[in-house]
Nanobody
Framework: QVQLVESGGGLVQAGGSLRLSCVVS????????MGWFRQAPGKEREFVAS????????SYADSVKGRFTISRDNAKNAVYLQMNSLKPEDTALYYC?????????????????WGQGTQVTVSS
């Protein structure tokens, strides 16, 4: 059974930073791409960032490019999202997800395991 547990969310002022972490159970973590998505109240879940199996390739939503950085540590079965220059519009529940394959993907349907989410709130 694959389980994903996110942590690191919280309340931060605009311009501040947060680092989200996601730890994944299972012995095959390094074989799969990973992604971060977010969902604000009343809105659909949207793609934030993705990283391939080795960490050598990443993709970002235009809205976070240059401010957020996704990374992974395969020895720790963990993926991270460093969020800088946060804006109120970044407020959302952030989800970690494991992809079905090893390459990055922006599509929700490319991911088959999801965490419960961690709340990020950015005050103005």
């Amino acid at each position: 059974q694959v389980q994903l547990v996110e942590s690191g969310g919280g309340l931060v002022q605009a311009g501040g930073s947060l680092r989200l972490s996601c730890v994944v159970s299972g012995r095959t973590f390094s074989s799969y791409a990973m992604g971060w998505f977010r969902q604000a109240p009343g809105k659909e879940r949207e793609f934030v960032a993705s990283i391939n199996w080795s960490g050598g390739d990443t993709s970002y939503a235009d809205s976070v490019k240059g401010r957020f950085t996704i990374s992974r540590d395969n020895a720790k079965n963990a993926v991270y999202l460093q969020m800088n220059s946060l804006k109120p519009e970044d407020t959302a529940l952030y989800y970690c997800a494991r992809a079905r394959g090893s390459t990055t993907s922006l599509r929700y349907s490319s991911y088959d395991y999801w965490g419960q989410g961690t709340q990020v709130t950015v005050s103005s």
